[in-house]
């Protein structure tokens, strides 16, 4: 069934990067930047069965303006931040909707897709999404509150984890490349250790100053306490 599907991924260069690799796994699919020539979008919008939009939401009304009675019945997933279902099933009256949040949001050959559903897609459709995003990584599906709440919690914890990466650096004596090669090893084996339930072997670091110590226990409270700012769903 997947193999079959005409895909569009249009406008993936900021948000939803990793679907780029849909071109390489799908002979029927095609990545197209935006802005884009216009007819060029009106031919790919009526000759696709699924299109995925990762625009900015300045960019969001005006893509729709120009292809939405072009997608009748046909699924698109939005990857514009702060672009509600509600709104979605406005901007394309005649076709299913959804959501979709991607990490990370970088080109990489795996990620977590977070897909929230507008209710006309059918079990068949949820399950042909889920199979067509199998390649890349893994997708999980979600309400739209939660979805946002999760968007929230990651975002705090990328902050977090920026602002421990960069303390970490400033403490290193040693070659800046050299440290960026280890700590990434050292972020890898973490989070696999986390996700088979293994115990990593953390140890006190001993190394650092009780300042520096200070300073990022400091971070890291202030970062969960004050999460990221999201806005709001109906901000334009």
């Known amino acids: 069934m997947v193999k079959t599907l005409k895909l569009l991924v249009l406008g993936c260069e900021h948000r939803g990067r990793p ?26 919008a009526k ?8 625009s900015e939401r300045n960019h969001a009304y005006a893509i729709a303006d120009e292809i939405w009675h072009l997608l009748r019945g046909r699924p698109v997933i939005s990857l514009t931040e702060n672009l509600p279902i509600r709104e979605l099933r ?10 979709c949040s991607v990490y990370p949001d970088i080109r990489t050959e795996k990620a977590l897709f977070l897909l929230s559903l507008d209710n006309t897609f059918s079990h068949s459709d949820a399950a042909t999404l ?19 709440s999760l968007r929230s919690c990651i ?33 890898y084996g973490t989070g696999l250790a986390t ?3 293994l115990e990593p072997p953390f140890q006190e670091p001993k190394k650092f100053s009780q300042e520096v110590r200070g300073l990022l226990r400091r971070a890291l409270k202030d970062l969960f306490s004050n999460p990221l700012p999201s806005k ?5």
Do not use: M, T
């Open 19 to 44: 679907l780029e690799n849909l071109c390489r796994l799908y002979h029927e699919a095609r990545a197209l930047p935006y802005p884009c020539d216009s007819e060029e979008l009106h031919q790919l």
């Open 47 to 54: 000759w696709c069965d699924l299109i995925f939009i990762g």
């Open 90 to 99: 406005d901007l394309y009256p005649l076709s299913k909707v959804s959501r």
């Open 130 to 148: 889920k199979e067509l995003l199998q390649g890349l990584g893994d997708s999980l599906l979600v309400g739209e509150e939660l979805l946002e």
């Open 155 to 187: 975002e705090a914890s990328q902050g977090a984890i920026k602002e421990l990466l960069s303390l970490l650096g400033e403490s290193s004596g040693h070659d800046r490349d050299l440290f960026e090669y280890v700590i990434g090893w050292v972020l």
């Open 195 to 197: 996700i088979k339930g």
């Open 232 to 236: 709001p769903l109906n901000e334009s």
